[in-house]
């Protein structure tokens, strides 16, 4: 049996007994509500990681940067093939915050990314990261943002796909998105250095 099997069969049984006991705690009134939903999002993102592992998706690897800290993810992105990002290896932080799944968790690349969805310090800007409910600036409708059903496949996925085909009409980069649109040759060589 391969080793991501048995860390996959032994986080189930993991999540069984921590959902025992949270129920066990809850009925002698020892948890608070906020606790037991505390309990059930490391579950859920914890199943999370389990099922990347059983299931890993071409593309992109993903894990727990530190096992003592579910919310925060490193992901390595592969650039897309016939793309100016090909064969390239892009590492980030995904990090997730204390009210996931209601909102999205954050994408920060550590590797440097010239990209016009993709602010100078390596946050990534794309439609699906934005709070979920109306966009005060009008440019996203509200089902382009973020809803529960989202997963860190189809995060990462749209990320992939937007190394593919950049939005230059709402850049994070705005420097990058001029040079993506008018000056393609400037535009390649800073990615070689990158």
């Not at 994408?107 to 016009?116: A, T």
């Amino acid at each position: 049996m391969s080793s991501s099997i048995t860390w996959h069969r032994e986080l189930q049984l993991k999540n069984k007994e921590v959902h025992f006991s949270m129920l066990e705690r809850t009925r002698r009134r020892e948890l608070s509500l906020w606790d037991v939903i505390e309990a059930m999002m490391q579950i859920d993102i914890n199943s999370v990681v389990g099922n990347l592992c059983k299931h890993p998706v071409d593309g992109f690897s993903a894990g727990l940067v530190d096992e003592s800290n579910i919310f925060e993810w490193s992901v390595t992105i592969i650039g897309p093939p016939d793309t100016l990002y090909d064969g390239g290896y892009f590492n980030a932080i995904m990090s997730f915050p204390s009210d996931y799944p209601n909102s999205p968790p954050t994408v920060k690349f550590v590797s440097e990314v010239w990209h016009p969805n993709v602010y100078p310090d390596g946050r990534v800007c794309i439609s699906i990261l934005h709070p979920p409910g109306d966009d005060p600036n009008g440019y996203e409708l509200a089902s382009e943002r973020w809803s529960p059903v989202h997963t860190v496949e189809s995060i990462v996925l749209s990320i992939i796909s937007m190394l593919s085909s950049p939005n230059d009409e709402s850049p994070a980069n705005v420097e990058a998105a001029k040079e993506w649109r008018e000056m393609k040759d400037e535009f390649k060589k800073k990615l070689v250095t990158v």
